[in-house]
């Protein structure tokens, strides 16, 4: 029987990541995506980042809900071979909608796991999908009597992105993904600053694709700086020192 190359492999891999991204529905990711090759060492271990992402996204149905979050968060990260990582980060949130709503310090925790594949000395590529769940409901007062929730809110997110070595240890990476958000959105009657009436609204981010790109930069022994920026319907940035056991 011929043996099942790397790229075989990778190709089911890929396959079987963007399935989970199709189906899943009770997740939402945050934070960054990183780098595709873990910082684990090569024979198999741990890792542990602390982070942070100011994040920014639309959502419909109806008129458009503009989202600002900032996001920090620690991170545990289990790779081996320079080939796949799994890791699950527990943060805070806050949120702001619009300039009308804004509630801080809500919970969130993440699940998130990575291949990747060697195409030469210098060059690779990867996939990766995360995802994420606020623990918490996020709720405002705006004026007397006047209240505004988001529950359930959530998103996963899937990509591909080839990655080069750089002088100095630096990795460069780069690639586009899919992302999917939905939340409730609860209105007391009397508020009509978002543009929607009393009641109960489900809602969806605007754009379902993507693209990304960060450095993965070696500081001291055992330390790495992650920087990134990620650009759907609009922009956002964040960074993540990491420290390799």
Same mark, same amino acid.
């Not at 090569?42 to 741990?46: D, P, R, T, V």
């Not at 939905?182 to 209105?187: D, I, N, S």
């Given at each position: 029987m011929k043996k099942t190359s790397w790229r075989q492999?990778? =190709?089911i891999v890929v396959s079987g990541l963007c399935a989970l991204c199709l189906i899943s529905a009770d997740v939402q990711a945050a934070g960054l995506f990183g780098a595709p090759q873990t910082v684990s060492r &090569?024979? %198999? %271990? $741990?890792n542990t980042a602390i982070g942070y992402r100011y994040h920014e996204e639309t959502y419909e149905k109806g008129p458009d809900l503009r989202f600002k979050q900032n996001e920090i968060y620690s991170q545990a990260s289990y790779g081996v071979r320079n080939t796949w990582e799994i890791y699950g980060r527990v943060g805070i949130s806050d949120l702001n909608i619009a300039d009308v709503f804004r509630e801080n &310090? =809500?919970?969130f925790t993440t699940l998130g796991g990575k291949a990747f594949c060697p195409i030469s000395e210098k060059i690779g590529i990867g996939a990766f999908i995360q995802g994420t769940y606020y623990l918490n409901d996020f709720t405002d007062q705006v004026g007397r009597g006047k209240k505004i929730k988001v529950q359930d809110l959530w998103d996963v997110n899937a990509g591909i992105a080839l990655q080069t070595a750089l002088p100095c240890g630096t990795k460069l990476y780069a690639g586009p993904y899919l992302?999917? @958000? /939905?939340? /409730? $959105?609860? $209105? +007391? +009657? %009397?508020? @009509?600053?978002l543009g929607y009436t009393a009641g109960k609204f489900s809602i969806h981010n605007k754009l379902n694709a993507g693209g990304f790109a960060g450095l993965d930069i070696p500081l001291a022994k055992g330390f790495r700086l992650n920087v990134e920026g990620q650009y759907a319907d609009r922009f956002s940035a964040g960074a993540a020192v990491s420290y390799t056991y």
């Open positions: 492999y990778f =190709t &090569e024979a %198999g %271990g $741990l &310090e =809500t919970v992302y999917y @958000s /939905e939340a /409730e $959105l609860w $209105l +007391s +009657s %009397g508020v @009509s600053d």
